[in-house]
């Protein structure tokens, strides 16, 4: 007998989940009325659906906004070469460090990719030298800064678009 887990029940998402996305893309403010309106569904079904996405981790709704112009002196992204048997460890120790609020598993020779925010160089060398490589598995960084932003674009729809 199989068992049911969460990624069993997941429901795939079809046209008007895509539709509500994209308009999310293009305005998190959006509301679930005007939402409706533009889709032609019920309030209470935008509700559902929205809050199903959420859960299920299709969206996330946030403000995006630009670390640089909140204070942030410093805003990059380190590349971290991992001993890939000590990926799982490495991945549950990155994720509690909350000046990284990006990490992904790459392919590529590294491992991880990270993006950080800092308010300092004293609070970046803490980071990488005194949290990030005495993790355990770690074997180097390559860290690079971010200079100014040039495209930050967050509607790219659907892959079924």
């Known amino acids: 007998m199989k068992r049911s887990t969460a990624s069993n029940k997941r429901k795939m998402i079809d046209r008007i989940d895509r539709q509500m996305i994209r308009l999310l893309q293009k305005d998190g403010r959006i509301s679930n009325t005007d939402i409706a309106k533009k889709i032609g569904i019920s309030e209470a079904t935008v509700r559902t659906r929205l809050n199903r996405l959420i859960a299920e981790e299709y969206i996330q709704i946030v403000a995006v906004s630009n670390p640089i112009k909140l204070g942030f002196e410093i805003v990059g992204n380190i590349r971290i070469h991992v001993e890939i048997k000590k990926m799982e460890n490495i991945i549950k120790e990155l994720q509690k460090l909350k000046p990284l609020w990006f990490i992904v598993q790459t392919t590529g020779g590294t491992g991880i990719d990270t ?12 980071l990488i030298f005194e949290k990030i490589n005495k993790i355990d598995g770690i074997l180097r960084t390559e860290t690079s800064l971010f200079l100014k932003y040039i495209k930050r674009q967050y509607d790219w729809g659907t892959a079924s678009d």
């Open 115 to 126: 993006e950080f925010v800092v308010k300092s160089l004293d609070e970046l060398n803490d």
